[in-house]
């Protein structure tokens, strides 16, 4: 079935139906999932597709010669091939890791970055993308953080005024928290300008828009396979071409060798350079069929998709009263909402919708700086909708919301 239906919203009825836990009831209500920013649901083909690698193909790919482990390693390699068309790059620049926060503590512990360099990320940013360049002060790189406004919106005069020790800007696409997309082509532009690398946590921005690296003008952008319909344990850092023969080893040992010697080791180049040890194989060739799937609905249909809901989500909570809501002013967003309901924590928020079958996150989301210094907020409840969330259900939130807010809140 072609799931591409072009002028027109994709079917979120019929796409409901590959997924089979949404049948699930959660507290004797049926399941509304609201929290695919901390992960995404899987369809049938992904967890059908999994079976079949362990029933079919299962070997240790890029190792032995034997039938079986050939037809292992064309499914890895075939799986880095539809990660690299869907971001528009080429296979040796595919690594495969854990997760984005892996990805990003790649990038560094083997950027070639040393006392004296500057490293640009942001307020707006997961702790993923702060922590690991924190650490790097230890050898004297100075770490800055682009202030945002009130509209959640990064300070664009900081990436047109980048001090010359600048080596590194590193910035989420879009934001966990308040849903914000980054005009990352532009601060991309601006970096290099200033003779800066650029890393992008495409973490959020992956599973719902079209990414081409090439035209964003991204060095190096990371994701997770989990939260774009794909399993856990696989994610992916890119790394242009033009980087490779700069960058350090990070982990070492099997596979990621041509030769060893005990006093003289030759590398491989990278992809496999970042690549030692056995695997996730299974994550990898799950992360292919998740791709497929998004391929089949057109991520363009994804996009707008996404703005309907996100329309429809902020519509439908800007009448609720009692309501602190965190973003959705002006400019672009995911389909997020932070909010949190006057005189009330945000965990018992999350804990009186989950009665009612919702499943939202709620607290800091790992972005505590962004959340208590900007939103002055401890924590939020947060909503985050996917291609399988309904118009409907929205409906059925905020109606649920305003219950909560007169019930117990502060109006
Ligand atoms: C913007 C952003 N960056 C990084 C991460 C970390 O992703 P992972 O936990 O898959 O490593 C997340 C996870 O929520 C995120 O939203």
Request: net charge neutral.
């Amino acid at each position: 079935m072609s799931m591409e239906r072009r002028g027109k919203l994709l079917d979120a009825a019929q796409i409901r139906k590959d997924f089979p836990i949404l049948s699930k009831k959660v507290n004797g209500h049926p399941l509304v999932y609201f929290d695919s920013a901390a992960t995404s649901q899987k369809p049938r083909q992904v967890i059908d597709g999994i079976r079949y690698f362990y029933e079919n193909l299962n070997a240790n790919p890029l190792r032995s010669i034997h039938k079986l482990a050939e037809e292992a390693t064309i499914a890895y390699n075939a799986a880095r091939d539809k990660v690299a068309k869907f971001i528009n790059a080429d296979p040796d620049e595919i690594v495969f890791v854990r997760n984005t926060t892996e990805a990003i503590n790649l990038a560094s512990y083997a950027l070639p970055l040393k006392k004296g360099d500057r490293v640009v990320s942001s307020y707006l940013e997961h702790h993923s993308n702060i922590l690991p360049w924190l650490r790097l002060k230890d050898i004297g790189v100075t770490v800055d953080f682009v202030d945002v406004d009130d509209e959640y919106e990064l300070d664009m005069e900081h990436y047109r005024s980048l001090p010359n020790d600048t080596r590194l800007v590193t910035v989420s696409h879009e934001s966990n928290v308040s849903g914000t997309v980054n005009d990352v082509r532009e601060i991309a532009a601006l970096a290099h300008e200033a003779g800066a690398m650029v890393l992008i946590d495409a973490a959020q921005s992956a599973p719902h828009m079209k990414i081409d690296v090439k035209d964003i003008g991204a060095d190096l952008l990371a994701f997770s396979g989990h939260k774009m319909l794909g399993p856990f344990g696989i994610g992916v850092l890119y790394v242009n071409k033009t980087l490779h023969e700069h960058m350090k080893p990070f982990l070492t040992g099997g596979e990621m060798i041509e030769s060893v010697r005990l006093n003289d080791v030759k590398y491989q180049k990278i992809p496999r350079f970042y690549e030692a040890g056995t695997q996730d194989v299974e994550g990898a060739y799950g992360l292919g069929l998740a791709i497929d799937y998004l391929n089949r609905i057109g991520m363009g249909n994804v996009e707008a998709y996404d703005k309907a809901l996100t329309e429809h989500l902020f519509d439908s909570v800007r009448s609720v009263k009692g309501l602190d809501v965190y973003g959705g002013k002006s400019g672009k967003y995911g389909p997020i909402l932070s909010f949190n309901v006057k005189g009330l924590h945000s965990h018992d928020v999350a804990y009186f919708l989950d009665k009612k079958g919702f499943a939202l996150r709620s607290g800091f989301h790992c972005a505590q700086p962004f959340i208590e210094d900007k939103l002055k907020a401890n924590g939020t409840a947060r909503a985050s909708l996917y291609i399988y969330n309904t118009l409907a259900e929205i409906d059925r939130f905020a109606a649920e919301i305003k219950n909560i807010a007169r019930k117990y809140g502060r109006i």
